[in-house]
């Protein structure tokens, strides 16, 4: 979903999209691994490798860095 915004984004703002290949959705991709019913968020998933995560929910870098 990050990406479909992030392309949607650019477009709005007359941007080149900054990414090639094929991209992967990774929240799906850990509920098709899994058998989970509905998508698993990153720090849900984080906090079942004993992580707690970095900063603050949905600041790109903490993401990143989580």
């Known amino acids: 979903m990050d990406m479909k915004v992030l392309k949607q984004n ?8 900054p990414f090639k290949g ?16 509905t998508l698993t968020g990153l720090r849900k998933a984080a906090k079942e490798y004993g ?4 900063g603050k929910h949905h600041k790109a870098l ?3 860095m989580t």
């Open 62 to 64: 903490d993401d990143a």
């Open 10 to 17: 650019c477009m709005l703002n007359h941007i080149a999209f």
């Open 22 to 37: 094929k991209l992967r959705d990774l929240a799906f991709e850990y509920k098709t691994f899994f058998g989970d019913r």
């Open 51 to 54: 992580s707690e995560g970095a």
